[in-house]
């Protein structure tokens, strides 16, 4: 049997209650023991001195774009940049052509991936057929199929009332409904945050409200049902208050937020153009520092890319115009958190792994997020101190759309191990 000895770095597994300098014996995808100077013979020998090693990255929300985005997009592309960025699982969002709002569709994208022998794929369906806001899709059929929760991601579900039968119909499979918050009455055509920069820009912005409005009806029926909401991209101060005071409450709410909302501000839009438009759109400074504090006191769950690859061709149109929103992120979140959370102060080591992999494994409810004797073999190895500088033509994303590159960032993961299998090293 295929076996794997991983020597000598920090394991670090909040959930297992492990930080320590140990060895991890792997074997047919399955880690076997844990401790120090093990002494098994292996077939292959991982030096991880120096190192970290986590429980496998698990990243909520990516655009995979396939089927009918190939032209920025493939499934293997984009699991060839998620295992690079250190992530063993990703969760592709359904918004493809066509959209998955089918068990088939839910099937056929497992088994493609499977196939490909990189990362785990989880995929999130539609809440409504075609996202329409019309009818709902059959969930329960969905989950069956693979789908680990529901989302009509691109847009909000349509209307409070679909928004409460979903949830009612999620809470009793168990699953969480991922909500798009924008309330897009509030800003026919809005293309960057309301405020100065598009002003100056002179293009129509998208205000706050827009994310508060939508989230404030979502967190009222999440009580009134008692379902699991999960809040994407959360990116303004408001909506961070209010999900902390709902958590006080009791409501069963998470929220995510993305790497280059905890990063940049609107004042990017002016330097990086197309390549920092996306949806919901970069805020002002009061909002990033908001989003810093709530990941740092717990109120965030989750750090997720919300990956969005668009082909070159596309994000080279106007600004004001067609130019798609979304941002690819991938290889390069780790890097960011540990860079601006984890080296600044902000949060722990620890703490990055509970954001990273532990919850948003706790919030598809998979038996992922640590490392146990017993446990699949999903794990993550990175030099935190690493440095380099990201250069986003030489990434394995189809696409290059992203603020980040140039950028000098201190830390990446140096290997990364699926099912017991060393899918990436770098």
Not at 3 to 17: A, N, Q
Request: charged share 20%.
């Amino acid at each position: 049997m295929a076996t794997l000895l991983i020597k000598g770095g920090r394991v670090l597994s909040p959930e297992d209650g492990l930080d320590g300098e140990l060895d991890v014996l792997v074997e047919e995808g399955v880690i076997r023991e844990i401790g120090p100077n093990l002494t098994a013979a292996a077939d292959q020998t991982l030096d991880a001195r120096g190192q970290v090693v986590v429980p496998g990255l698990v990243d909520i929300h990516v655009h995979l774009r396939e089927p009918g985005g190939e032209i920025s997009e493939t499934l293997e592309t984009g699991l060839q940049a998620a295992v690079a960025g250190g992530f063993t699982a990703v969760c592709p969002m359904p918004n493809t052509k066509p959209l998955i709002d089918r068990p088939e569709l839910v099937r056929t994208t497992i088994e493609k991936a499977e196939r490909i022998g990189l990362a785990h794929v989880f995929p999130i369906a539609a809440v409504s057929m075609e996202s329409l806001g019309e009818s709902l899709t059959d969930m329960a059929a969905l989950k069956a199929a693979g789908a680990v929760g529901f989302s009509d991601d691109g847009r909000p579900v349509k209307t409070a009332g679909l928004m409460r039968r979903a949830m009612e119909k999620a809470r009793g499979i168990g699953a969480p409904i991922i909500e798009h918050c924008e309330d897009p009455s509030l800003h026919p055509g809005g293309v960057v945050n309301e405020g100065p920069v598009a002003q100056r820009l002179k293009l129509r912005g998208i205000p706050n409200c827009s994310e508060d409005v939508c989230l404030g009806r979502d967190l009222i029926l999440g009580e009134a049902t008692g379902a699991h909401l999960h809040v994407a991209h959360l990116s303004t101060a408001r909506a961070v208050e209010m999900v902390r005071a709902a958590k006080r409450r009791g409501i069963r709410v998470s929220c995510e937020v993305t790497p280059h909302h905890f990063t940049l501000t609107d004042e990017a839009m002016e330097k990086y153009g197309t390549n920092a438009k996306m949806n919901p759109p970069l805020r002002s400074a009061q909002d990033v520092e908001a989003v810093c504090a709530g990941i740092a006191d717990g109120t965030v769950d989750a750090l997720a890319t919300d990956h969005a690859p668009q082909a070159p061709e596309l994000k080279a149109k106007p600004l004001s115009g067609d130019s798609p929103f979304g941002v690819i992120g991938l290889e390069t979140a780790l890097a960011l958190a540990l860079t601006q959370l984890v080296h600044t102060g902000r949060i722990s080591l620890a703490h990055l792994v509970v954001l990273m992999s532990t919850n948003p494994a706790r919030i598809i409810g998979q038996p992922l997020g640590r490392l146990q004797v017993g446990g699949a073999a999903d794990i993550t190895v990175f030099d935190p101190n690493l440095e380099w500088t990201y250069c986003a033509a030489e990434g394995r994303s189809k696409s290059r759309n992203s603020p980040f590159d140039g950028w000098q960032l201190k830390g990446a993961a140096t290997a990364t191990i699926a099912a017991g299998k060393i899918v990436y090293r770098r």
